[in-house]
């Protein structure tokens, strides 16, 4: 046996093995929003509710974390489906204070499915506020962000 | 130091790294459902409450999801416990969009604890649909499957 | 090469591999709670409704858990944030299976943002029960629990 080919087959495998392992880490670390480079908390705000009382508790959850973490640190999305989709209706009452959390980075995402529902029973496509990341499925998409790294949270 | 024999151990060290690295990765794959052996997504969809709207919302999020991923691909299970349980209630309106989903390989399970209770409060033992996954306690019931390789939302 | 020392490098990568995959395990397994020295499960139960059969419905879940793994390997935490945090002011009709709870090794959290929020709207900061773990921010305590190992279900 060669030694040295031996070091290198090992030295190999230990590469590939740091490789899979540190892929979740590096997974977390890469920005998923370039405007959040230096984000380290990635969190996924539920937002399932048309209850008014819940979507204000989803906001000022937002607004607090924010500040606790620092803007720049955290990235934060607040995803919408079923009944919470109407936050994002551009007649909602709150557009002032989605439109002030956007300002501050936090992303919003509306569950297509949802939308296409509620165009199916009503006859009309419900308008929709500006800059809205929209997403086929909802829970689907929840997934996904699992799956890159963010923390899912229902308030 | 015998040159071949210390290659064998490190190698035998990193096979058995290899090892404890894909088990939980192997687990996952493992099929949970005997039905769905090729399901690469798993999801445990938990249902909570009596509200007719949310059990409205929970079963078309399952319907949605299956046609998201292809029935083959995932794995889903509506887990019911607390208020939540009246969905699998044989007089439950919804019993034909139950046994629909359950038909494309929704699996459905409800907490005996919450049953017992109702037993005792009300005298009688509520009937249920059939081919329903009975759990001792369903929160405990969540854990395992989130140890098992599932991602919980509760729409 | 020195074959010896090359053993010697790839011996010491491999126990640094080792010591990082042991780590998430290790914090596991670390008492989170000093009167929980034996615990292997580790449960955060949250609560944001103000509803008060949703506030029944966590408090029974904890002790029908407690049951069912045995209080000692158990560490079950109920962390409460918006409008959650009435159950735990101390003129709650629950205080006594709160107590109980508490007794049996149950911790109980509260944001402390959301009493701030209380006390400017309503003028008066509201009376708590004993021994409530105050944390700065509810969500953002969610977040250092699920990485200490805990896993999170909103009954």
Same mark, same amino acid.
């Given at each position: 046996m060669n030694a040295s080919l031996g070091f290198r087959k090992v030295a190999g495998a230990l590469m590939s093995l740091a490789i899979v392992l540190s892929a979740p880490g590096l997974r977390a670390e890469e920005?998923? +929003?370039? $405007?959040?480079? @230096? &984000?380290e908390t990635f969190l996924l705000l539920q937002l399932s509710d048309g209850d008014p009382e819940k979507q204000d508790l989803v906001l000022s959850v937002a607004g607090n974390l924010l500040e606790h973490y620092q803007p720049d640190l955290v990235d934060i999305e607040i995803t919408t489906f079923g009944p919470?989709?109407? =936050? =994002? @209706? &551009?007649? +909602? $009452?709150r557009r002032e204070r989605v439109a002030s959390l956007m300002a501050q980075g936090v992303r919003f995402s509306v569950c297509m499915n949802t939308l296409d529902t509620i165009e199916r029973s009503s006859g009309a496509r419900p308008e929709l506020l500006g800059d809205i990341l929209p997403v086929p499925v909802g829970v689907a998409h929840i997934l996904e962000r699992i799956d890159q790294g963010f923390v899912l949270v229902r308030p």
């Open positions: 920005p998923i +929003n370039p $405007d959040k480079p @230096f &984000a919470g989709v109407t =936050l =994002l @209706f &551009a007649d +909602n $009452d």
